[in-house]
C-alpha cells in the first residue's frame, strides 16, 4: 500500500510562489499589445480585462506544472501580486482597494456569434456491453452551446515593467478565451508597443476596465462586477462602472486619466 | 436577423393559406376543451407559444385563469416582471402567480380539489421528440387534462401569430435571438445548471452579463 505524505495545499503552492516571486521590476511605462487571431474567440463574458492574463501567466510560471494540479476555486492571487505589481494600481488612501492599470480587450468586431458543439458518446471509451446512459454520467451527451467573436484582432493597454511584460505574455501566449483546448481564439501575432497615453483606466472620458463607482464622480452605467482578477471570485465584486462607458474620476485620481 | 426585419417576412407569412388552417385547428382544440365539464386555466410561461396560446384561448373565454409559476433565482426580477406586464397586456384579467417547484406534488392537488379539469398548454410537436410521443398518447402530466391547441404549430406559425396580433414580446427574445436564431430562441430560466448541458450558462453569461455576479 502506498503511504501519502499529507501536505497542506494551499502551503505547498504559496511556498512555491514566493520561491519562484519576480521582487524588483523594471520602470513602470504605458504599454499597448496588439493580439491577432488565427481562429475567433470564444467568450462566458462580455470582456477580457489584461491583469487577468497576466496573473494567468505569472501562476504558470511560479508553479510550472503544479498550475495543472490547483484546485480551479482557490484564489491565490493575494500571493502571487504581493508587493510591487508587474502591472501598476490605483491606490488612494481614502478608498481601501486598488485597482489594476490594465483595459479590457478592445476587439476589432463587437459582433457576437453562436456556434454548438456536439460531444457524443464513442464506444471505443466503452469497454462493456449493454445498454449505457447517455443523458447522465462520463458518457453523456452534450450539446454545448457556445458564444464567438468573429474578431481578427484585440487590443489592450496596461502600465507596467515593458520587458518583463513583454517577455511573459509574447513568450506563453497561444490562445485567449474560453474553449482553446479546441481551438478558438487562436494567438497568430503579438505586438507589444510603448505607450504614452494613459489608456488604462480612463480615455478620452470612457472607462476601459470596470472600475469600482468609489472612484467616480459621475458614471453612465454600473454593474455589479469584480473589479480585478481573479474575475471569477465573488469576493472581487463591486458595484463597478461598466466597460466602455462614459464616466469621470473623482478630482483625487485624475492623474489617471488619459 | 433584426426583429424589423424578421417581423415584415412574418407579417407575409402570416397572410398563408398554411398559417391560416393552423389558427383554425388551434381554435377548434381550444372549443374542444372549452365544451369539457370543470374548471379550465391555462399554463403561461411568458414565451412566444404560451403569448400566443394565451391570445388564442381568451378570444373564446376572456375571464379563464392564467397560471404563471415563477422560477425564482433563475428569472431576473425585471424579466418576471415583464412576463406579468406581457399577460395583462395580452388581456389576462384572473392571473395567479405560484412558486415553482411544487406545482406537480401539491398544487396540481388543490386546483382539482378547486374544481379545475382542464388546462391549456402551449407544447408543440415540432419541439422535441418526447413531446411529440407524449401529444400523440394523449398523455396528461397530471389528473388535470391538458389540451394543446399549439401542437402542430411550427416555430413559424408561432411568431407569425404573435407579430400579426401585435403581441407583446418578451425583451430576452430580442437579446437572444438575433444571436441563436429566431428558429431557436427560447424563453427558460437563466444561468440554470438543469440548462448546462445545452451550454445556456455559456450564453447567459454573455448576453445576460449583468445577473452573472449580482
Redesign the interface.
Given at each position: 500500500m502506498l503511504n501519502y505524505e499529507k501536505i497542506d495545499e494551499i502551503e505547498y503552492f504559496v511556498s512555491k510562489i514566493e520561491k519562484n516571486r519576480k521582487e524588483s521590476y523594471g520602470k513602470f511605462e504605458g504599454i499597448k499589445i496588439t493580439f491577432e487571431f488565427s481562429s475567433p474567440v470564444c467568450l462566458t463574458y462580455p470582456w477580457i480585462v489584461f491583469d487577468g492574463i497576466i496573473e494567468h501567466f505569472l501562476y504558470l510560471n511560479s508553479l510550472g506544472r503544479d498550475f495543472f494540479i490547483t484546485d480551479k476555486k482557490m484564489n491565490l492571487s493575494r500571493y502571487i501580486v504581493k508587493n510591487k505589481k508587474p502591472y501598476g494600481a490605483m491606490y488612494h488612501k481614502d478608498v481601501r482597494i486598488a485597482v489594476p492599470l490594465a483595459s479590457a480587450g478592445m476587439f476589432d468586431s463587437g459582433e457576437y456569434k453562436m456556434e454548438t458543439i456536439y460531444k457524443r458518446f464513442e464506444d471505443r471509451f466503452c469497454s462493456f456491453r449493454g445498454k449505457i446512459r447517455i443523458a447522465s454520467g462520463m458518457f453523456k451527451s452534450y450539446a454545448m452551446r457556445h458564444i464567438y467573436i468573429p474578431a481578427r484582432s484585440v487590443t489592450f493597454f496596461v502600465y507596467g515593467d515593458f520587458e518583463f511584460l513583454k517577455d511573459l505574455i509574447c513568450r506563453n501566449i497561444f490562445a485567449i478565451g474560453n474553449d482553446v483546448r479546441i481551438g478558438y481564439g487562436f494567438v497568430k501575432k503579438c505586438l507589444v508597443e510603448r505607450d504614452s497615453l494613459k489608456r488604462t483606466v480612463v480615455w478620452n472620458g470612457i472607462a476601459m476596465r470596470p472600475i469600482p463607482v468609489e472612484f467616480c464622480e459621475e458614471y453612465e452605467q454600473s454593474a455589479m462586477m469584480a473589479y480585478r482578477s481573479p474575475y471569477w471570485a465573488k469576493e472581487n465584486v463591486r458595484l463597478c462602472v461598466v466597460p466602455f462607458t462614459r464616466c469621470r474620476l473623482k478630482k483625487e485620481f485624475k492623474g489617471y486619466e488619459g | 436577423m433584426k426583429v424589423e426585419e424578421f417581423r415584415e417576412i412574418m407579417l407575409e407569412y402570416s397572410k398563408t393559406k398554411d398559417f391560416e388552417n393552423r389558427v383554425k385547428q388551434a381554435e377548434q382544440i381550444i372549443e374542444k376543451g372549452l365544451s369539457f365539464r370543470g374548471k379550465k386555466y391555462v399554463a403561461f410561461s411568458g414565451g412566444k407559444d404560451s403569448t400566443a396560446m394565451l391570445h388564442l384561448v381568451l378570444k373564446f373565454e376572456p375571464d379563464i385563469m392564467v397560471y404563471h409559476s415563477d422560477n425564482g433565482k433563475y428569472i431576473p426580477r425585471e424579466f418576471e416582471q415583464e412576463v406579468i406586464e406581457n399577460a395583462r397586456l395580452i388581456g389576462a384579467n384572473n392571473l395567479r402567480i405560484e412558486v415553482a417547484g411544487d406545482f406537480f406534488e401539491r398544487k396540481v392537488w388543490e386546483y382539482y380539489r378547486e374544481g379545475f379539469r382542464v388546462c391549456f398548454v402551449g407544447l408543440r410537436k415540432e419541439e422535441a421528440v418526447h413531446r411529440r410521443l407524449r401529444i400523440q398518447a394523449d398523455e396528461s402530466l397530471t389528473v388535470i387534462k391538458e389540451f394543446w391547441p399549439l401542437q402542430d404549430w411550427s416555430w413559424r406559425d408561432v411568431w407569425a401569430y404573435v407579430f400579426a396580433n401585435a403581441l407583446p414580446i418578451h425583451s430576452a427574445y430580442l437579446k437572444y435571438a438575433p444571436?441563436?436564431?429566431w428558429d431557436k430562441v427560447r424563453f427558460h430560466t437563466f444561468f440554470d445548471p438543469k440548462f448546462e448541458?445545452?451550454?445556456?450558462?455559456?450564453?447567459d453569461?454573455?448576453?445576460l452579463?449583468?445577473h452573472?455576479?449580482?
Open positions: - | 444571436v441563436v436564431g448541458r445545452f451550454g445556456s450558462p455559456n450564453l453569461g454573455v448576453l452579463w449583468k452573472k455576479s449580482g
